[in-house]
């Protein structure tokens, strides 16, 4: 036993040795990091007012990086849970390809540079957005409530929903009602974008001993509430052609896509569990992300349209 355990201890020394830096770029959750990304430049583009394209750019970078510095904190304390858990198992810090204390200290250099960046050179509401975003993430969904509650994604999803606050505020310096209606179409997304993927995920999340919907609640509870969380995320997308946020092409985007994905969730509800409940819940998961982004880029495409026919009007006036 003293032989093997020697010979383990060896192994994860010569894997941290070989630590590279597509190894401390996993950490960061890169496909996670650029929807942050895509999300929070809508809504700086979408805000009143123009940041400078270098402030701009140094804003766009930092709020990156913050969300990086999530990821990496989150991969820190979920360590044993990514071991225990097929879709996580190759993450470095399960492989040893990184060391816990390494990801420790690179995630909190990250968090503490990206909003002492934001702060001191965009402006501080920014900065504390970021700051509540990287906390929350860490403290409030993946220490308190990730192994506590089902509620861990309904409520710890307010983290993810932050990024086109701070692009607005980096912005604007303040928070508007139209910051709080992109808040709230991201916060009501999350809930059946993962349900759905807990649900063909379940038996992961049941070894693991996370206490998702389906694991706790089961797979039909779990498909009434992406129903009806569903439905609700469809209203709340209507929202910004209601306060003029968002034009007639982003109305009757957010009408087909809406229905698109409802569809979907119906499709789920009457699927049931096993191979179809599966596949069903595997539609749903990868439309929602279309989803996402289809709301996203329409408006991100009205508000640099809008901006393109001001700067020709100026011109030519």
């Known amino acids: 036993m003293a032989e093997l355990g020697i010979e383990m201890t060896s192994v994860r020394a010569a ?10 770029i996993a950490l960061m959750k890169p496909r996670v990091m650029s929807l942050v990304v895509f999300t929070a430049f809508t809504g700086m583009m979408l805000a009143p007012g123009q940041l400078h394209p270098v402030l701009a750019g140094i804003a766009m970078l ?8 999530s990821g990496v904190l989150n991969m820190w304390y979920d360590a044993d849970i990514d071991g225990s858990m097929q879709r996580t198992a190759g993450r470095p810090i399960p492989r040893g390809r990184v060391s816990p204390e390494e990801a420790l200290a690179f995630g909190v250099i990250l968090a503490v540079g ?4 934001l702060g001191l050179i965009i402006n501080w509401v920014a900065g504390g957005l970021l700051a509540l975003t990287i906390a929350f993430y860490l403290f409030v969904y993946t220490i308190w409530l990730k192994r506590r509650t089902p509620h861990n994604i309904v409520i710890g999803g307010a983290a993810g929903a932050f990024p086109p606050m701070i692009g607005w505020a980096a912005a604007t310096g303040s928070i508007s009602l139209e910051s709080v209606v992109l808040f709230l179409i991201i916060f009501m997304w999350t809930p059946p974008h993962f349900w759905a993927l807990a649900l063909y995920r379940a038996r992961d999340y049941e070894r693991a001993k996370v206490p998702m919907l389906p694991v706790v609640a089961g797979g039909a509870e779990t498909r009434k509430q992406i129903v009806i969380y569903s439905a609700l995320l469809v209203m709340v997308a209507l929202l910004p052609a209601l306060i003029n946020l968002g034009g007639a092409l982003y ?14 969730a119906l499709t ?8 179809a409940g599966d ?3 595997r539609r ?6 279309v ?15 809008s901006r393109a026919l001001s700067l020709t009007g100026a011109a030519l006036g």
């Open 279 to 281: 596949r069903a819940a």
């Open 114 to 117: 990206s909003v002492t960046t």
């Open 251 to 264: 109305a009757l985007t957010a009408i087909a896509a809406g229905g698109v994905l409802l569809a979907l």
């Open 284 to 289: 749903l998961f990868a439309f929602s992300i």
């Open 268 to 275: 789920l509800n009457r699927a049931g569990d096993g191979r």
């Open 62 to 69: 930092a709020i990156a990086v913050g969300a990086g510095a």
């Open 15 to 24: 894997n941290l040795a070989g630590a590279s830096v597509g190894d401390f």
């Open 291 to 305: 989803y996402l982004f289809l709301l996203f880029a329409v408006l991100l495409l009205e508000a640099v349209a």
